[in-house]
């Protein structure tokens, strides 16, 4: 009974894909911006799911990082509106033409982006991504089928149920915005095998979310990556910078991908900025774990484990080490780093050009947050989630990323001898 509600799905998405793909620029932009408009007229029905869903979750015990994932309020609101509105104010990448040349034939040989298809979206506890995704999916000419977590359940019916109709009456073929409505765990293992009507499926979530998809997908994946993330501060850095830089990339939102996990200190620099910076990360209630070079500055430090060095805590919890130097930390890095979002704080413009050559991560930092790592902040207007991997996309990933090309040739008779 699942599966056949599941292939209904994708039945409605594969051929909702194929005509959004011949939607006008002007087509996909008016329904962005009824979707926006929808989403702030009906907040407060949204807040009341969003309610039903927190109460749910502190009943579960959730973490407050989950927590904080799921809450929706009505600045939230009005950022995932605002988010919509961004889209449609951006450049469709569709029909771009991205490269032409001539033959000596005299064939003209180009390459155009067209939609990817059909895409599904598999993803936790964050009820902003069913706008982000939607938005971004619709913007690129995609159909999407979301498959949110059972914690948003409520929260996610409503916000689908909300722009999906704003969509329709704007003209978008119906199916092309889609969410699985059942919290059954069947329905992601027969998402992972619906060859015949998904493109592309991207995960977004905790690394046992992501492996699932992963190690079990017969249909192509965009893999998404956790976070565990380092800022490395040198010996010649600016220590104020440092401590506003490692205060915000832990502090300002802890729950989140691109949030620092683990601080690497010069053993040269640790005694001036240790005792400074781990009573300011304290006072925003920060739990702190250090090696013993780090413990000897800040003896009331908890003593770090390996495990601690391979954590995405997602909470305020910090790994601290002190390193001998540059060389260290990007061993360290290159040992414990998931690929995603890497920082270094230095004066030093040679220490600077060699952190960026040797780190190997989608995002990598001179003298600024990690937490920079998103698609808003680059200017992609939001962001489907960022891929830690190297094929297709890597980074954040925006419209172009929810594209693929095809080749078009001009010709004038010519055949082949």
Known sequence: MLEAELIEIGRKAKEAAYRLAAASTNQKNEALLAMARSLEERSDMILT????????????????????RLLLTPDRIREMAEGLRALAALPDPVGEVVR??????????????????????IYEARPNVTVDAAGLCLKAGNAVILRGGSEAINSNRAIAGVISMAAANAGIPEGAIQLIGTTDREAVNIMLKMNDYIDVLIPRGGAGLIQTVVHNATVPVLETGVGNCHVYVEEDADLEMAQRIVLNAKTQRPGVCNAMETLLVHEAAAPAFLPAVAEALRAKGVELRGCPRTREIVPDCLPATEDDWKAEYLDLILAIKVVDDLEEAIEHIHTYGTKHSEAIVTSSYKKAREFLQRVDAAAVYVNASTRFTDGYQFGFGAEIGISTQKLHARGPMGLEELTTTKYIIFGDGQVRT
């Open 49 to 68: 799911a969003n309610e039903a869903d927190m109460e749910a979750g502190r009943a579960k015990g959730l973490s407050n990082a989950m927590l904080d």
């Open 100 to 121: 032409m040349w001539t033959r000596p034939n005299g064939l003209q040989i180009g390459k155009m982006r067209v939609p990817l298809g059909v895409i599904g979206i």
